[in-house]
């Protein structure tokens, strides 16, 4: 399972994923009216103030996505075509339903894993689970065989037919014929598990998968900071490699001179480096830093003030799940789908967005069928156990989640383009505190006037957002709320007072004036 992206040279957050102890001394806060500060008993209070300020733009909004990551392999080539729009619907729609409600959540980015070949070498791989096995566009002899992944060809192209804007391949291993041990995990060791002299075939290979599905970018190397090794047992849980500074440097100038030499349109998501074809995007994973509530604040902090130090380059939180033990509140396994893991999920996008002003927020395992709890959509087998997933290689039954749902409430409406503005909540906001009572974001396209209000509800108890700052037309919105039992159900509230159900998120959208 991938623990964290791209950088190593983004050396604040691959130290934070590490587990290493980062010591951040904050200045006072003044607490907001209704918001306690930590620690600080106050009453319970239900109505949050909210002002809004048009005129205060902060980052335009890329995406949101999520990866094919490794279900699409078996659940794309199922024979019920069915069942696979279900949950290319569930994932990718803009359409709605008859009532109203959105038919899926409407992603505006797919992440394509680029396979090393791991699959064809089945168990002779040493890769234990067949699902984290993945094949390879390039056959040892050559040759380009595109009728490979087919079905994560069905889901890139599912996407595009619904609209999905833009495509990134990314790869966790070079192809086996190109690694150090002819395996698609590390043989040990901190280098990159690529020969020396593949580094050019390596970046040919790139190319040429990034050119045949006209990629918009290509993401070479993923989470760099980890050994990817087998374990005692020989044996390895999924394709990845190490590396350092020098090898991303390397692949990175290799892959954006042969994209340059065919005249492709992909881009490269790296770091500050000025090549062409190269994107100055510092890319991280939100994993391990969100316990304590306090740490999920000052770690974006961190990362904002950062980007600010070396001129600003768009940040992108590449990838997200459930992961591990959260604070004794949250954790992966079991498999968990309700409204409070949907709420910690929203609550991550929010200070991602809120707080380290990230451009892209991209979710882990679009399709899980795993008794495991970082998914969107869930699989089980065609009998309705999940406890052994390869029950699910041929046919299964389609589960959404709150988790989905959630995201949705962002991804739906939060188009790519659209700028995030100002919003305070009481007199001054308290990100830390607001993190496990109430939060609110804003974003509006400037072109259409249109203005989309994210409100996440923690508490068990309804809250009232009386809202100033803004005049909305027929001083009404249009609401959209997940809860345990609502999907994205769609509902008008008055634009003076928003109302929020327990344990919930909201989405309004009108149009200012």
Not at 224 to 241: H, I, R, V, Y
Not at 243 to 263: P, Q
Not at 304 to 327: H, T, Y
Not at 453 to 479: A, D, E, H, Q, W
Request: charge should be positive.
């Amino acid at each position: 399972m991938n623990l964290f992206y791209k950088t190593a040279l983004f050396a604040l957050l691959v130290l934070t994923s590490l587990g290493s102890k980062v010591i951040v001394r904050e200045s006072p806060r003044v607490a907001s009216p209704g918001v306690a500060s930590p620690g600080v008993a106050s009453p319970l209070r239900t109505s949050f103030p909210v002002t809004l300020d048009l005129k205060e733009e902060f980052q335009t909004i890329h995406s949101f996505g999520a990866s094919d990551c490794w279900s699409a392999k078996f659940i794309g080539t199922w024979q019920n075509e069915a069942k696979k729009n279900q949950i290319a619907d569930l994932l990718f729609s803009l359409d709605t339903l008859p009532g109203g409600q959105p038919k899926g959540i409407g992603l505006s980015l797919w992440r394509m894993n680029i396979g090393a070949g791991s699959y064809e070498q089945k168990d002779s791989s040493l890769i234990t689970d067949e699902w984290r096995r993945e094949a390879c566009f390039l056959t040892p002899d050559g040759r380009y065989d595109w009728s490979k992944q087919a079905g994560s060809q069905w889901f890139l192209q599912a996407a595009r037919r619904r609209g999905v804007r833009y495509a990134l391949g990314f790869t966790n291993s070079p192809p086996v014929q190109m690694t150090r041990n002819g395996k698609a995990f590390s043989a040990g060791g901190k280098s990159f598990n690529l020969k020396p002299a593949a580094l050019a075939p390596f970046a040919d290979f790139l190319t040429t998968v990034a050119t045949y599905f006209q990629l918009d970018y290509l993401s070479p190397i993923n989470e760099p900071q980890w050994d990817w090794t087998a374990g005692k047992n020989g044996k390895a849980n999924q394709e990845g490699s190490p590396a350092e500074n020098k090898d991303i440097a390397d692949v990175k100038s290799a892959l954006s001179a042969k994209l340059a030499a065919s005249k492709a349109k992909t881009t490269v998501v790296a770091s500050l480096t000025r090549l062409p074809n190269v994107e100055p995007i510092w890319a991280y994973h939100s994993y391990f830093t969100t316990c304590t509530d306090s740490t999920l604040v000052a770690m974006r902090q961190k990362a904002a003030q950062r980007a600010k130090a070396v001129g600003n380059p768009m940040l992108w939180q590449s990838e997200f799940g459930v992961l591990g033990d959260i604070c004794g509140k949250y954790n992966g396994s079991p498999r968990h789908t309700d409204i409070q893991y949907g709420l910690y999920v929203a609550k991550v996008i929010h200070n991602d967005l809120t707080v380290a002003n990230v451009t892209s927020w991209q979710w882990w395992l679009a399709i899980n069928p795993y008794d495991y709890s970082d998914g969107l959509v869930y699989i089980s087998g065609p009998d309705g156990q999940y406890k052994k997933h390869d029950n699910a290689r041929q046919d299964g039954q389609v589960l959404d989640s709150r988790q989905l749902w959630a995201l949705g409430n962002y991804a739906r409406f939060v188009r790519p383009g659209m700028k995030r503005i100002g919003v305070r909540l009481g007199t001054a906001s308290n990100p830390v505190a607001e993190a496990s009572q109430c939060m609110v974001s804003a974003y509006k396209d400037p072109i259409r006037k249109q203005l989309v209000l994210v409100c996440i509800n923690m508490t068990s108890n309804p809250v009232t957002l009386p809202l100033n700052g803004i005049r909305v037309k027929n001083n009404r919105f249009v609401s959209y709320t997940t809860t345990d039992t609502k999907s994205l159900a769609k509902s008008t509230v008055s634009a003076n007072q928003i109302q929020l159900e327990p344990t919930s998120v909201m989405t309004v959208v009108g149009q200012y004036q």
